[in-house]
């Protein structure tokens, strides 16, 4: 066995137990109500989920097995002369629940590097797509087109033990993510510059370092694609994207299934384009303004203006947390240091600056605060990749490392089917009490 995978064994043979105890055991124990508002409101908030790989803490933001991201970009280790850690170690960390040392982490790149050769029929599927097509849409078919290659399907109809499914499974995954930087970056030459052509995959580099390779950017666009694949892994297992792979898996379909189900939903604009739309926005500000970023009081009174018009400050705000978004602040960090004269990080800074207070005085959003969103997409223009609609595909690299831990370690404890129950509304509303009027006779 690998090192990763043979460690990964031990950790499911210890944590099995527990599962097992607390169905037969406490199985009938209350755990949460819900709230009419809640089967109304796409079920927010229940706790009908289990997600060992992340959590999301309101005040804390995203922890990766307990650890919060300044912990785990502070304590993963990193490329020589690197900012970011290896994108290879938060997967030896998701799915183990330990730190890695660098030893473990090359073993297991060089592991993945192995696994990163992609079918031609891959390519043929992806080079079928016209050139408006949009890179959501080939991102996804040329997953599901991988499908063919699942190691699952091929030890599920030999009779494998259920006991064993995680096996193949692990397989699949690690296969499927050292293969979506390449899918991703033929995607982005094929669209956007097929004149520079796709580079093929560097045998020395790093997942994150190659991605920038085959992208054709320099230093520190290596850092960049560590940083927003490590930051975007996961975000608890409730979210459109990593509920649908965990849905889609519940029934056994493979990981391809589900990874390529992971990618539609992320392409929703209520989920992945989020960012897109921050950024369409400060070009707008920065249409009326120009590259001076205004005095205070004007930026005050622009944004009064948009939410007195009825509109939001993309970019702000989030259904759980109730401070600044972690993985806005390791973005920042970087802007500050990389490119604190970027007039649109200028105005991202000032903006971070006066939004905040202007929220908490308006009174209506339960967290006034900056999210991922509005920072990420400054940080891609930045350094070139400028095609709004490519920015949900580096969203989807690194979600499936989330999305694909949780469905090593769903097989892995026995995890059923996913079948929650839907009413009527005339059920809905008899539950709560209300009451029918009479029908009207003629």
């Known amino acids: 066995m690998k090192c990763l995978k043979e460690k ?36 927010r908030g229940i706790k009908c989920l289990i997600s060992d790989i992340s959590y999301l803490d309101p005040y804390e933001g ?62 043929d599927v992806i080079d079928s797509f016209p050139s408006e097509s ?15 290659e699942s190691l699952f399907n091929v030890k599920y109809r030999q009779g494998i033990s259920k006991m064993d499914y995680w096996d193949p499974t692990y397989e699949d995954a690690t ?93 929703g604009p209520l989920h992945g384009l989020a960012n897109q739309e921050v950024l369409r926005w400060l070009q ?14 004007e930026l005050k009174k ?12 993309p970019g702000y705000g989030h259904a759980v947390l109730r401070k600044t978004d972690p993985r806005y602040m390791v973005q920042r960090e970087f802007c500050l240091t990389h490119l604190p004269d970027d007039p649109i990080f200028k105005y991202v800074d000032a903006l971070y600056k006066v939004v905040p207070d202007i929220l908490k005085e308006q009174g209506k ?7 991922v969103d509005a920072q990420s997409g400054v940080v891609q223009w930045h350094y070139g990749v400028r095609e709004f609609d490519f920015y949900t595909v580096l969203f989807s690299i690194g979600r499936a490392i989330g999305v694909l831990s949780n469905i090593i370690w769903d ?7 996913e079948r929650p129950k839907s009413i009527t509304t005339d059920m809905l509303e008899e539950m709560v009490g209300i009451r029918k009027e009479e029908p009207e006779h003629a």
């Open 302 to 313: 622009y944004v009064w203006d948009t939410l007195n018009s009825g509109q939001v400050i």
């Open 365 to 371: 959003a339960k967290n006034p605060w900056p999210n």
């Open 62 to 123: 995203i922890r990766y097995r307990g650890y919060t991201l300044p912990e785990v970009f502070k304590l993963l280790p990193k490329p020589e002369g690197a900012e970011m850690p290896y994108v290879e170690g938060l997967y030896y960390l998701l799915l183990t629940g330990d730190i890695p040392s660098k030893e473990q982490v090359e073993a297991l790149i060089m592991d993945m590097n192995n696994r990163r050769i992609i079918p031609k029929y891959v390519w």
């Open 284 to 297: 707008g500000l920065m249409e009326k303004f120009g590259d001076n970023v205004p005095g205070e009081e």
């Open 411 to 417: 097989r892995a404890l026995g995890y059923p089917i």
């Open 175 to 267: 296969n499927l993510l050292a293969k979506m930087p390449l899918i991703g970056a033929y995607i982005y030459n094929k669209l956007y510059n097929p004149e520079g052509g796709h580079r093929y995959p560097d045998p020395t580099l790093d997942l994150g370092a190659n991605f920038a390779y085959m992208m054709g950017k320099d230093k520190p666009y290596d850092d960049v694609s560590r940083m927003y694949f490590i930051i975007h892994a996961d975000h608890e297992a409730g979210n459109v994207s990593a509920h649908t792979g965990h849905l889609i898996a519940s029934s056994l379909s493979d990981v391809y299934y589900a990874v390529s189900g992971m990618i539609n939903g992320l392409a």
């Open 8 to 43: 990964l064994y031990k950790k499911i043979e210890q944590h099995r137990p527990r599962t097992k105890r607390l169905a037969k055991e406490y199985g009938d124990v209350v755990v949460d109500q819900v709230k009419a508002g809640q089967i109304i409101g796409g079920m």
């Open 134 to 148: 949009h890179p959501m849409a080939i991102l996804s078919a040329a997953v599901m087109s991988l499908e063919r």
